[in-house]
């Protein structure tokens, strides 16, 4: 090729060439979110990257330091919206352990089954979306089908769609309503059956297939040094999970398998993510099975609105209870505590310290999506900027975690 | 978690020999202070002891005490993915707050340290591009500290925020940020 170049140039004059820099979003189908990302190219080739973020900043971890620990489980819905169930089971998991409770074992299971219902419905959209930045359409309609099966679950369990704010200190809001638990089996029956047909729609398509195999490949090494967790980090052979090993609830009863891939590209991350699920209906399976019958939130007064809400009506100190959590809410004892779980996007970690008033000194939030959109800088060296996508998608970030 | 653990790690973090503080340990992760300039060193000394191998660094965050002085302070917590470990480092700030980097031994603290300068100007010496990460170029102040408001102040922008003078950072002034991107 250069030789051709080389014979076409006129005889003394140089090959006009210069470096561009394209802004790539912050509104663009590709970036998943308000993701803006300055390249700089050299032809087809991506010879640096330098991600501006902060479109979605709220402030979350400002607005908690005023907000009583209660109030601050919207925020928490908001950080990865495409499974609120798990931000609010890692933030309910640190106040807990800073006030030293445990929520009742069924608590722990309806907590633990939300959070996989979660996961499987934050990889689906990825299972989809990977897929589309690619031109395959097709995959993300069949994920968003299964995704609104999740979506009907959750409106049923919690009364909403997305922000589920379904944890509480020591708890969860209410009871599992009646005639959901077949419902869920029946979703765990389908499912493994549709994810067949995502592979099946994905195995055999070579435009994916060549776009993801062997691209973006991030050995072991980097991605441990990139702070890489969740699905991506396994998809580079590292055998890491917080749910296994360092079990948090009830997660040390149920029985599953840690996916690790070897070849650290895109398409492993992206086959990390639907195996996964399969693990998740597993544990969801194990859930329904094991769930005891029992309080779903803890019996004490100064933490908990009263159980039986008929209470609040005819006793004083009922109302009184009620009034001051839902005016006050609730002093935790001073200290701190970095609590973690395993989120769909790798490390979720809450680090909170308390000054004994019931509203947090610091809140510091560990967003999984802002550290592995940082392996951007590690990947895309001198690679072609059609690859870039297939790398930003395969990383699956979520612009509001990202952005906290 | 094991019963010979906490010894374990403390004996081997008390060879270490530097001026390192044990804080003791809270809901299960020992906690350490160590000075602003050892911190480069002590970090390298975790990831590299062949019996500790903190190599994954979770996070780092700034923490404003205000008004406690020294005022502020950073945070790291590392684990290791050998021993199933956690720990937490501390490192509590002059005025101006201002500490070594530590990208020389996790690059994925790039981000983080930039976010503590962002939220708490906090500078980190060393960093190879120590820019507003969150906040748009030309945000004046640190919105994260404890005395900025949380609505911001007053300006043709934001009706709501709080009246008084725009914030003055006799700190910010002097620093030469070094300037990355374009």
């Known amino acids: 090729m250069t030789e051709v170049t080389e014979l076409m140039r006129p005889e003394g004059e140089a090959l006009n060439t210069k470096e561009v820099l394209l ?123 299964e995704r609104e099966m999740i979506m009907d679950l959750l409106e049923m369990i919690t009364g909403a769609r997305m922000h589920t704010s379904y944890c509480r ?34 195995e055999n ?24 967790s969740g699905p991506n980090l396994r998809a580079s052979g590292v055998d890491w999970d917080i749910r296994r090993d360092e079990p948090y609830e009830i997660y040390d009863r149920l029985d599953f398998d840690v996916i690790t891939r070897e070849e650290g590209d895109c398409y492993s991350r992206w086959l990390c993510r639907v195996d996964e699920m399969r693990e998740s209906i597993r544990l969801i399976e194990q859930c329904m099975e094991q769930m005891p019958e029992g309080p779903f939130q803890v019996d004490i007064p100064t933490i908990a609105f009263p159980v039986d809400k008929e209470r609040v009506h005819c006793s004083m100190e009922a109302l009184i209870q009620h ?9 935790v004892p001073a200290g701190e505590v970095y609590s973690v779980i395993e989120a769909p996007k790798g490390e979720l970690g809450f680090y909170i310290i308390s000054d004994g008033s019931p509203k947090p000194f610091r809140m510091k939030v560990r967003a999984p999506s802002f550290v592995n959109l940082q392996a951007l800088f590690g990947v895309t060296n001198a690679r072609y900027l059609a690859d870039m996508i297939a790398v930003l998608g395969s990383l699956d970030p979520v612009m509001a975690e990202v952005d906290k | 978690m094991t019963g010979e653990r906490p010894v374990h790690l403390t004996a081997i973090i008390g060879s270490f020999g530097g001026a390192v503080e044990n804080l003791g340990a809270a809901h299960g992760i020992y906690a350490f202070a160590v000075p602003p300039e050892q911190i480069v060193e002590f970090c390298r000394f975790l990831k590299e002891h062949p019996a500790l191998e903190f190599d994954f660094l979770s996070d780092i965050c700034g923490v404003d005490h205000y008004p406690e002085t020294p005022r502020f302070e950073t945070v790291y917590h590392l684990y290791s993915l050998k021993n199933k470990w956690r720990v937490r480092i501390k490192c509590r700030l002059g005025e101006p707050p201002h500490v070594p980097t530590v990208t020389g031994v996790w690059r994925t603290a790039n981000w983080h340290e930039r976010e503590a300068w962002d939220m708490y100007g906090i500078r980190f010496e060393g960093h190879p591009d120590l820019r507003r990460i969150y906040m748009w170029e030309g945000f004046e102040g640190f919105p994260q500290r404890k005395d900025f408001p949380l609505r911001g102040y007053k300006d043709k922008l934001n009706p709501f925020g709080a009246e008084g003078p725009p914030p003055t950072q006799p700190d910010l002034a002097t620093n030469d940020i070094p300037q990355g991107g374009r």
């Open chain 1, 23 to 145: 802004n790539l979003g912050p509104q663009h189908p590709s970036t998943h979110g308000v993701l803006r990302l300055v390249l700089q190219l050299d032809g087809e080739y991506v010879e640096r990257v330098d991600p501006h973020i902060g479109y979605l900043h709220r402030g979350t971890e400002k607005l908690a330091e005023s907000f009583t620990y209660t109030q601050i489980f919207p925020l928490t819905d908001r950080l990865d919206y495409l499974c609120p169930p798990s931000n609010n089971l890692a933030f309910a998991l640190a106040v807990e352990k800073l006030l030293g409770i445990e929520a009742p074992i069924r608590a722990q299971y309806i907590r633990v089954m939300m959070a996989e219902l979660a996961r499987i419905s934050g990889h689906l959209l990825i299972t989809g979306a990977l897929p589309m930045d690619l031109g395959a359409m097709t995959a993300l309609l069949y994920a968003m089908r």
């Open chain 1, 323 to 331: 009034f001051d959590l839902s005016a006050y809410g609730f002093d």
């Open chain 1, 169 to 202: 200190v020591g708890g969860v809001r209410e009871d599992l309503p009646d005639g959901v638990l077949p419902k869920i089996r029946e979703f765990c029956e389908i499912f493994p059956n549709r994810i067949r047909d995502y592979e099946r729609l994905i």
């Open chain 1, 205 to 228: 398509n070579r435009v994916f297939l060549s776009r993801t195999q062997g691209v973006g490949v991030i050995s072991a090494t980097d991605a441990i040094d990139l702070g890489l």
